[in-house]
């Protein structure tokens, strides 16, 4: 936002939290674009998840978007994906919330961009968000927490359960 700012491009940013305790960087986002803030609970500002403030802000206050860039729990990206690609709104997401070791070794933030295996860490974090496969990176995710989880996975995803370190090519 500081650097859209520094450039002349005039941007929204929603903040959404579950409520108003944890809202944080307020002050920050005001000084360098038009903040929105909603949460879950209706406890400051607008009520309900960020993808009702979306849809207010393109269907009720008729703007429109150029890029969408999502960052924060898979599942509201997994549903800010939904809405812009009906929306056709390009969309960026962070997947940053899979990544463990950040070294592309742990094999945690395998996730399938279109067709292709990619590595959070080592290819990303940021992905076109219209290409992600939320369902099975959610899924995956929560099977990654248990030893059990992990052996099977590495199981059935053989060779291309992990990424290597994304320099020298040798655990691809
Ligand atoms: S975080 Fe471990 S492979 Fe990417």
């Known amino acids: 936002m500081k650097w859209l700012h520094e450039h002349g491009i005039t941007a929204d940013a929603i903040i959404g939290a579950k409520t108003k305790d944890l809202v944080i960087l307020e002050e920050q986002f005001k000084k360098v674009c038009n903040l929105y803030v909603t949460t879950d609970d209706g406890s400051y ?3 309900g998840m960020v993808t009702v403030c979306l849809d207010d802000l393109v269907h009720k206050e008729g703007k429109s978007y ?3 860039i999502a960052i924060g729990p898979m599942i509201m990206m997994k549903f800010v994906c939904k809405m812009t690609k009906e929306l056709g709104i390009p969309t960026v997401v962070s997947m940053n919330p899979i990544m463990v070791d950040g ?13 292709e295996v990619k590595f959070a ?3 990303g974090p940021e992905f076109d968000g219209h290409l992600i496969d939320f369902d099975q990176a959610m899924q995956r995710q929560a099977m990654y927490r248990t030893e059990e989880g992990r052996a099977k996975l590495k199981q059935e995803e053989a060779e291309t ?12």
Request: glycine residues 24%; aromatic residues 0%; hydrophobic residues 25%.
């Open 103 to 115: 070294t592309g070794m742990c094999g945690a933030c395998r996730v399938m961009v279109g067709d």
């Open 121 to 123: 860490c080592v290819d």
């Open 66 to 68: 150029d890029l969408c």
């Open 161 to 172: 359960h992990h990424g290597g370190c994304g320099h020298c090519g040798g655990d691809k």
């Open 45 to 47: 500002m607008r009520k």
